[in-house]
């Protein structure tokens, strides 16, 4: 695309009108709380997914893997798409495809059906997470953008709170394909709602899709992402582990070695020259390594540690998303006044202090104490998000808000999943370290102090994490004096 072509796409989204803001804002979070929800309602299926379908955990649990695999590794493309061909066009699309994957998915006559009807849904689901923020960007004036991303936050803390206790509910009263059917009439009205509401901005000038750099990126993801999952659950040093990971290693430099040479790259690499893309982007990542690998275990330690009851489980483990829930929005609100850069620090300053107040939970840990101490995790973490978001999305050239959209909700996904394994794993051999002796039954029968220890040692992960995004964040601060 020429200069021209460039500044006459740009100056076209100066002339948005923002008077539908809020129509757009609801049409953008039915997709967000659909695709949230479903998420985390699918985790409380699995044991009965495991009995109906008569099939093991192992086969199982790649309802799951599949899901997140595909959304991870496709949301840049359909980004780039977005800018392309219209956002309105790629995310009405999404709902269609993610609305009949649902109704595919409680058709299902085996597991391997439904996994494969779920990496069908999961493309749907991967244009509107991929789109959302883009959309909501151009539908909000810049002085308000923080605070649009911060709803958005607390629309997702809903979708997490709702999804277990809405599946648990399902499971006790129908049987688990309405677990996929719930999205039907959900998914049906997001439909009309796209097509009546929102703007249909259409790109300036002919672009080329840079196919060499989608599908680089995409196995490189692919392979990286399956070396961490296969490994976590059959261990890293094997020889399969070595080859996906070099593998995806070896596709990674050769799409960066593509994005330098193309005319038009999917991911611009002038992008990263601005440091308050680059650096919210990579601490944006980094928050959400330490968030799912340390989230993940939590469960295991109530359950088996302190011998609450699942329902006891579930409420505790609601703190952290009610907590996202109220300061997201706040967090918003006061980095379009005051400036983005210094409450992200503020936040990455209190999810510090969460996980070190989190590494000090032992056997004896009351509920109050539980509570006390993880209240800072999603205190923190909705303090961050909202402007972070905000930040990278406004350093976004308005013709390449979909690819930095999708590039964004990409980066929380792949940080989860590489928390979840690596966190996941350091926990496991802290485990069987701390036990003294060999584990043949697995870390999470090891004894209790064992287990306490390996769980100490997975927040320090954590703690490190965020430690490494606070100094990035404070240095980028220094600069921008």
Not at 280 to 286: A, D, K, P, Q, R
Request: hydrophobic share 55%; net charge positive.
């Amino acid at each position: 695309m020429s200069e021209q072509m460039e500044n006459r796409a740009d100056s076209s989204l100066e002339k948005t009108d923002y008077s539908r803001k809020w129509l757009i804002m609801a049409t953008v979070g039915t997709g967000v709380f659909l695709a949230t929800v479903d998420g985390s309602i699918i985790n409380v299926s699995l044991p009965t997914l495991v009995r109906v379908l008569n099939t093991e955990f192992a086969v199982v649990q790649w309802v799951v893997l599949a899901y997140l695999l595909t959304i991870t590794c496709t949301m840049a493309g359909i980004g780039r798409l977005g800018d392309m061909l219209g956002k309105k066009t790629i995310y009405m699309l999404g709902f269609i495809i993610f609305t009949l994957g649902s109704a595919l998915c409680g058709l299902s006559p085996s597991v391997h059906w439904l996994i494969a009807f779920r990496v069908f849904q999961a493309i749907g689901a991967a244009m509107t997470m991929a789109l959302g923020a883009a959309i909501v960007t151009e539908a909000f004036p810049p002085e308000e953008r923080g605070r649009a991303m911060g709803i958005i936050g607390a629309i997702v803390s809903v979708g997490i709170v709702m999804g277990p206790a809405l599946g648990g509910i399902i499971l006790g009263v129908l049987s688990w394909r309405w677990i996929f059917y719930v999205n039907l009439p959900v998914g049906i009205i997001g439909v009309f709602m796209v097509r009546r509401f929102l703007p249909d901005f259409k790109p300036v000038g002919r672009q080329q899709f840079d196919i060499p750099g989608a599908l680089t990126l995409f196995f490189s993801i692919l392979l990286l992402l399956l070396g961490l999952t296969i490994g976590q659950q059959q261990g890293f040093f094997q020889p399969v582990i070595y080859i996906l990971m070099v593998g995806g290693v070896i596709s990674l430099v050769i799409f960066v070695f593509i994005e330098h040479k193309v005319v038009q790259p999917m991911i611009d690499p002038k992008l990263f020259a601005d440091p308050l893309f680059s650096v919210n982007l990579t601490i944006g990542f980094m928050s959400f390594v330490g968030l799912g690998g340390t989230v993940i275990l939590l469960p295991f330690y109530l359950e088996n540690i302190l011998g609450f009851s699942s329902m006891k489980v579930g409420l505790l483990m609601g703190i952290i998303p009610v907590m996202l829930g109220i300061t997201s929005p706040l967090s918003g609100i006061l980095s379009d006044r005051i400036g983005s850069r210094k409450i992200t620090m503020v936040g990455l300053a209190v999810m510090l202090i969460g996980f070190l107040a989190a590494s000090t939970l032992n056997q004896d840990t009351t509920v109050l104490g539980f509570a006390v101490r993880i209240f800072a995790v999603g205190a923190g973490i909705g303090i961050f998000l909202s402007p972070n978001n905000s930040a990278i999305m406004g350093a976004a050239p308005p013709r390449q808000l979909g690819i930095v959209s999708g590039m964004m909700a990409q980066s929380r996904t792949l940080g989860q999943t590489v928390g979840v394994a690596v966190i996941g794993a350091i926990w496991a051999g802290r485990t069987i370290y701390h036990a003294g002796t060999a584990v043949s039954e697995g870390a999470t029968l090891a004894p209790v102090q064992a287990q306490v220890s390996g769980l100490h040692d997975a927040f320090y992960t954590a703690v490190f994490l965020i430690a490494i995004a606070l100094i990035l964040n404070i240095r980028a601060f220094v600069r921008e004096q």
